[in-house]
T-cell receptor, first 114, second 108 residues
C-alpha cells in the first residue's frame, strides 16, 4: 500500500505570494490533517478534513486555508506569504480521524519564503 | 489551554542503560496521549498510544493523571533507538497537540 505523498517536496516563494500544497492520503483513508513544523514551535495543528468537510481548525490566521476533494486528496493554500511561514508542512492521513486510528505522515513540503 | 511539554531537547544515554523521555501535559478533560518517533531520514510515525496500553520496541508509557505526565521508558536502550521523539495529545475532535520533541542519542 502506497504511503502518504506530498507535492511538491520543496518550494521557494517570496513575500506576498501565495502557495498551494498537495497531499494524497493512503488509499481508503478519509481523514487528512495538516501540520506546520518549525524549529521554534514544533508541530502545530493547522486543520483536519474528513469527507470534504473541515472538522477541526487550529489557531492560524485566515491566510491558511484548505480543502479536500471527493477522492480524499487535500490541498492547503497560504496566501500573502510572510517570512514566518517558512516551515515544513506535514500532512497525515487516517481512516476516519478517530483517536483509535493511526495517523500516517507524509514526507512533508519544505516551504521557504524569501 | 492544551499544552504538551517535553522539557529535554537533547538526551544522551549509553547503550544498555535505561532511558526515560519526559512528557507533561495540560488539558482540562480526559486526553488521549501518544508518542511519535522520527528516525533519521524517515517519516514521523506512531510509536505507541495510551489507549492501547501496548509496548512497542521495548518502550512503555504510563499515563499519570495526578502528575499529568506520560513519560516514555525503556529499560535497556539500543543504538537503533536514536531518534527524535514527540509526545502528543488529542483532545476534543481530532485535534492533536505535539510537544517540541526530544532528540535521543544512544551512545555505543
Amino acid at each position: 500500500k502506497a504511503g502518504v505523498t506530498q507535492t511538491p517536496r520543496y518550494l521557494i516563494k517570496t513575500r506576498g505570494q501565495q502557495v498551494t500544497l498537495s497531499c494524497s492520503p493512503i488509499s481508503g483513508h478519509r481523514s487528512v490533517s495538516w501540520y506546520q513544523q518549525t524549529p521554534g514551535q514544533g508541530l502545530q495543528f493547522l486543520f483536519e478534513y474528513f469527507s470534504e468537510t473541515q472538522r477541526n481548525k487550529g489557531n492560524f490566521p485566515g491566510r491558511f486555508s484548505g480543502r479536500q476533494f471527493s477522492n480524499s486528496r487535500s490541498e492547503m493554500n497560504v496566501s500573502t506569504l510572510e517570512l514566518g511561514d517558512s516551515a515544513l508542512y506535514l500532512c497525515a492521513s487516517s481512516l476516519t480521524g478517530s483517536v483509535k486510528d493511526t495517523q500516517y505522515f507524509g514526507p512533508g513540503t519544505r516551504l521557504t519564503v524569501l | 489551554a492544551q499544552r504538551v511539554t517535553q522539557p529535554e531537547k537533547l538526551l544522551s544515554v549509553f547503550k544498555g542503560a535505561p532511558v526515560e523521555l519526559k512528557c507533561n501535559y495540560s488539558y482540562s478533560g480526559s486526553p488521549e496521549l501518544f508518542w511519535y518517533v522520527q528516525y533519521s531520514r524517515q517519516r514521523l510515525q506512531l510509536l505507541l498510544r495510551h489507549i492501547s496500553r501496548e509496548s512497542i520496541k521495548g518502550f512503555t508509557a504510563d499515563l499519570n493523571k495526578g502528575e499529568t505526565s506520560f513519560h516514555l521508558k525503556k529499560p535497556f536502550a539500543q543504538e537503533e533507538d536514536s531518534a527524535m521523539y514527540y509526545c502528543a495529545l488529542s483532545g476534543t475532535g481530532n485535534q492533536f497537540y505535539f510537544g517540541t520533541g526530544t532528540s535521543l542519542t544512544v551512545i555505543p
